[in-house]
């Protein structure tokens, strides 16, 4: 009887280091889904530009000015969201906001340009809301 219980613990304790170590393959292969329909997006619109590691897609439009904002930087931008099937999500002109307090796209792309610069963003839904894959024309007019 006591090595059925022995047997039992050592079962469940492994069961349970073995369902907690677990990788999220959802979120994986959500990613991989994103992936692949950006670069069919990218192919179909004809945009020339570059993944990240985190899987932003970006092209540089027109680089801008030599200092680049960052994190704690409050940039002014005019922009335009839709959806990839063209659906505006969408639009300001010079919205101001501290950049660390914008979506991970944006915090990750708008860095890529000076001021004057602008950039297309192909955001996967890890990086935006969570809930669509979305793109962002983005004119940076300023940071202090």
């Given at each position: 009887m006591m090595n059925?219980?022995?047997l039992l613990v050592v079962s469940l304790v492994s069961f349970a280091v073995l369902t907690g170590c677990k990788k999220d393959d959802s979120n994986d292969e959500q990613k991989q889904w994103d992936h692949a329909k950006i670069e069919q997006y990218a192919k179909d619109q004809q945009i020339n530009g570059t993944f990240t590691e985190s899987g932003l897609y970006y092209e540089v439009l027109v680089d801008g000015g030599n200092a680049h904002p960052?994190?704690?930087s409050v940039v002014t931008v005019s922009?335009?969201?839709y959806y990839l099937d063209g659906t505006i999500l969408d639009e300001g002109e010079n919205f101001t906001q501290l950049l660390n307090n914008l979506i991970a796209g944006w915090k990750e792309g708008i860095p890529k340009i000076g001021e004057g610069g602008k950039i297309k963003l192909?955001?996967?839904r890890h990086l935006?809301?969570?809930d669509a894959i979305l793109v962002f024309d983005v004119t940076l007019h300023y940071f202090v």
């Open positions: 059925y219980r022995i960052d994190l704690s922009y335009k969201g192909v955001i996967p935006a809301y969570g």
